[in-house]
């Protein structure tokens, strides 16, 4: 887990400009089959409640005393409808005598009654969740990298750990029901999932014009420092929030983590530049629904500058969000 030991050296605080240019490393298609366009509409907003699950609110809130009591107990039924209307889940948890296993039993009459179905598969710490949310979850946590599981579950290591010795998963049950996953873990790896299907498809789409860039929106942030630094005539390091000693010596350590504007302008950049050879890609929703997530965050990361030879430059720039994990990878690189 060395590179999740640097992970926790991040320092807070850090924003400023970094070169241009980077490191051609061939084709890399989107590794997550999540992220391709084979599932259905995802969540793309941090709701406890997919859109494919309100009907569970619906039940609580319309379905009548009777009805409810079918499935749940009487004290229970009476304190849902004094508590109506109810618009979260996390509203319904906070019922008195709501728990766990109420949830699921709401859940199941719900599905009964016929307010919602199997495209909504149930209700896991808190979370409703949806078939194809349950699909681009199952997909992240069996293939993203050890650094970015930590990255995403920053307060959770055995929540992190577990996963990664217990993969592959089949359902969000089974990511649930592991060891250290609990009700803010399994939501943070929701979002990182599901919230920016539409970036990691223009970042994809990018990387396979095959234009002297690429981009990534899910990749290990160490290894990629360390590829980097291992470059041939390495002419500028600039890093913030990154530890200090994984740097070599005349590493530029800027006092300010990147912001959303820093985080936005590499990947709009690195669009451009990938665009400049004509057949370009779309990138409207893409840079939109990334400019929507970095919203008001703060990222550590580097800009790394290289020349293997007299006849091409690289540059590699990579920022990952100090709260949900979220990371952006853009680079560029010229040859004669």
Not at 82 to 99: C, E, F, H, K, N
Not at 200 to 227: C, I, P
Request: glycine letters at 10%.
């Amino acid at each position: 887990m060395r590179g999740f030991l640097a992970s926790i050296a991040v320092v807070v605080g850090l924003v400023g400009c970094g070169p241009q240019g980077i490191l051609a490393q061939g084709p890399q298609d989107d590794p997550h089959g999540a992220f391709n366009g084979s599932v259905g509409p995802l969540t793309t907003t941090d709701v406890d409640v997919a859109p494919e699950c309100q009907g569970i609110l619906t039940f609580a809130n319309n379905a009548s005393f009777a009805t409810l009591d079918i499935y749940l107990p009487s004290d229970l039924v009476a304190n849902i409808i004094a508590a109506r209307p109810l618009s979260t889940l996390a509203g319904l948890s906070g019922v008195s005598q709501m728990g766990a296993v109420r949830l699921t039993q709401t859940y199941q009459g719900a599905l009964a009654e016929g307010y919602v179905t199997s495209s909504c598969v149930g209700i896991y710490d808190e979370l409703a969740v949806s078939a194809d949310d349950q699909t681009a979850l199952v997909n992240l946590v069996n293939t993203i990298s050890d650094q970015e599981m930590h990255d995403i579950l920053p307060y959770a290591w055995n929540g992190a750990v577990n996963l990664l010795g217990g993969r592959p998963y089949t359902t969000v049950a089974g990511i649930s029901n592991t060891s250290g996953i609990g009700q803010v873990s399994l939501r943070n790896l929701r979002n990182a999932a599901t919230l920016t299907i539409p970036f990691t498809q223009l970042a994809a789409a990018v990387t396979n014009l095959h234009h002297d860039a690429r981009m990534l929106r899910h990749f290990n942030w160490y290894q990629e420092l360390q590829d980097a630094l291992y470059g041939y005539n390495l002419s500028g390091v600039t890093c913030f929030g990154v530890d200090p000693d994984l740097l070599p010596n005349g590493s530029v350590i800027r006092p300010n983590l990147a912001n959303a504007a820093e985080v936005y302008a590499a990947a709009q950049y690195t669009v451009q530049y990938a665009n400049r050879y004509g057949t370009p890609v779309d990138p409207t929703a893409g840079l939109a629904n990334l400019q929507a997530q970095v919203a008001g965050k703060s990222f550590f990361g580097c800009y790394i500058e290289w020349s293997p030879d007299p006849w091409s430059g690289y540059t590699r720039r990579f920022f990952v969000d100090t709260v949900s994990g979220l990371g952006v990878l853009a680079e560029t690189w010229w040859s004669e």
